[in-house]
């Protein structure tokens, strides 16, 4: 909701009081709330939902009088009910709405003399406040401050982090694997067949980013089609990559490997069930995407999974290609993020506007880690914001950390180049949170990431003395 977020604290006249919190929106162009309840002034609440206040003949005299008066929402504007609580003595107005809370909007300069302090509220609420705390109910309204640090930035952290050292550290097993079969010519075609590997060339990194864009650009005038097909897309491809990442934990365990023929081959029962399983997870979370309460969870495992499968499949093959992709992918956030809100029409970045659902749309793109805030709040009150960090803020630095630790394996240089930069990618989230904070607005990861990682990867390498190697990869000849 785009509007003034507050918080009712209602306190019941029972033995011990029964004290709750509910939401309400007001237009702090018009009032200013308390900042927190030892400034707020409590009030008797007065229950007067059976009329909608557009008229000083609805209420009997004297009834208003110093309490805080509740009505329904009706045809009448909020500044006119305002001003006849006023005139009749009350000294707060709570609106009860049964449609979704919008924000305040009329026009003060034709009710200066108004200052009453008026709410929009639930309706459900005030039924929930009757059935709660009684009859007799003192209420107050404060507004708190967001808090400038919420926990559940910790929880992307550890997520992100997790994800791009599992995925970098599974890149690495399978060159490994590939190193082996390279040096021993029985199990050269068997781990032909496996591969499922994609090089990016300069060339191929360069169309990756210029269909980066245009396909940005064509969700951000067609959201509300498009937003369907990468919604089918995310649950075809995150079910492959539970599957593929399952299947690797799976085939490590030495149980279940009972097989059935089937069109001339044999295929394991616990894999069949295990495709059943992944397909049955993305066909969950598409029907129930919207329910906030826990479908995040879902899209967050699903979303892990496909981008360990991404960073394991998709192999930078030098240095050099992690530099161009990188680079370019900056340049792309920061122009996307910061540069756009001088372009469009209303002044907003096109890169924030379609994560968040360009003019309100209520499908999301399930491109993001999703972690809904911690911290108490207005906020958390009347909806439930969420942390985001998007799928491309771990896959591209986890493509350069993936590519350090299958050069460690080539050139068994003791994961040197796989730890420092896993540890300079979260030193660079933790450098994004800090940015977050003080300048309250989204952020383009990339922005903190690439150059933590591609400098802390290029001193290591200085350092070492195999700048050269490290830049032209497995192709490089001493």
Same mark, same amino acid.
């Given at each position: 909701v785009a509007a003034d977020e507050g918080i009712l604290h209602t306190v019941g006249n029972g033995v011990p009081p029964v004290a709750k919190d509910y939401c309400i929106i007001y237009n702090s162009n018009w009032i200013s709330l308390p900042k927190s309840l030892d400034n707020a002034t409590f009030r008797t609440l007065e229950n007067l939902t059976s009329t909608v206040l557009c008229n000083n003949s609805e209420i009997p005299s004297g009834l208003m009088k110093d309490k805080a008066v509740v009505v329904m929402r009706g045809n009448c504007t909020f500044l006119e009910k305002a001003r006849i609580a006023q005139n009749s003595g009350a000294k707060m107005l709570l609106i009860a709405s049964k449609p979704r809370l919008s924000p305040l909007s009329d026009n003060k300069t034709d009710f200066e003399d108004v200052t009453l302090p008026v709410a929009l509220i639930r309706y459900n609420d005030i039924v929930d406040m009757q059935l709660m705390l009684g009859n007799e109910v003192n209420v107050t309204m404060y507004s708190p401050p967001l808090p400038e640090f919420d926990c559940s930035m910790v929880v992307i952290f550890l997520i992100a982090v997790f994800t791009v050292a599992l995925g970098g550290y599974w890149s690495g097993v399978a060159e490994l694997e590939n190193l082996k079969a390279i040096a021993s010519p029985g199990e050269r075609e068997t781990r032909r067949k496996k591969e499922e590997n994609v090089t990016f060339t300069p060339v191929t990194v360069i169309l990756f980013v210029v269909i980066c864009c245009v396909m940005l650009v064509l969700l951000y005038f067609f959201y509300k089609w498009l937003v369907y097909v990468i919604i089918s897309v995310f649950c075809l491809a995150s079910a492959m990559s539970l599957y593929n990442c399952l299947a690797a934990l799976i085939g490590e365990i030495p149980f279940g490997q009972c097989r059935i023929a089937c069109c001339n081959k044999s295929i394991e029962v616990r894999l069949i069930f295990l495709a059943v399983f992944c397909i049955a997870a993305a066909v969950v979370w598409a029907v129930f995407r919207n329910e906030d309460r826990?479908?995040?969870?879902?899209?967050?495992?699903?979303?892990?999974?496909?981008?360990?499968? $991404? *960073?394991?499949? +998709?192999? %930078? &093959?030098? $240095?050099? !290609?992690? @530099?161009?992709?990188?680079? +370019?992918? +900056? +340049?792309?956030?920061?122009?996307? =993020?910061? *540069?756009? &809100? $001088?372009?469009?029409?209303?002044?907003?970045? *096109? %890169? @924030?506007? @379609?994560?968040?659902? &360009?003019?309100?749309? !209520?499908?999301?793109?399930?491109? @993001?880690?999703? =972690?809904?805030?911690?911290?108490?709040?207005?906020?958390?009150l009347c909806d439930m914001p969420f942390s985001l960090l998007g799928f491309g803020d771990i896959i591209v630095p986890g493509l350069l950390v993936a590519y350090c630790r299958r050069f460690d394996v080539q050139t068994s240089s003791s994961s040197v180049y796989y730890i420092s930069c896993t540890i300079a990618y979260a030193i660079g989230m933790v450098l994004t949170f800090i940015v977050l904070a003080l300048m309250k607005m989204g952020q383009p990861a990339l922005l903190y990431l690439v150059p933590c990682t591609l400098i802390t990867s290029s001193l290591v390498a200085w350092r070492r003395k195999e700048m050269k190697k490290f830049w032209k990869g497995s192709s490089y000849q001493v």
């Open positions: 826990w479908a995040w969870i879902l899209q967050d495992i699903l979303g892990v999974a496909f981008c360990l499968n $991404f *960073i394991k499949t +998709l192999k %930078m &093959p030098n $240095f050099k !290609s992690c @530099v161009i992709l990188l680079g +370019l992918l +900056l +340049l792309y956030d920061v122009f996307f =993020v910061f *540069i756009t &809100p $001088f372009i469009t029409k209303n002044g907003a970045s *096109i %890169m @924030v506007e @379609v994560a968040a659902g &360009p003019f309100g749309n !209520s499908e999301k793109l399930p491109v @993001v880690i999703r =972690v809904p805030r911690l911290e108490y709040s207005a906020s958390t």
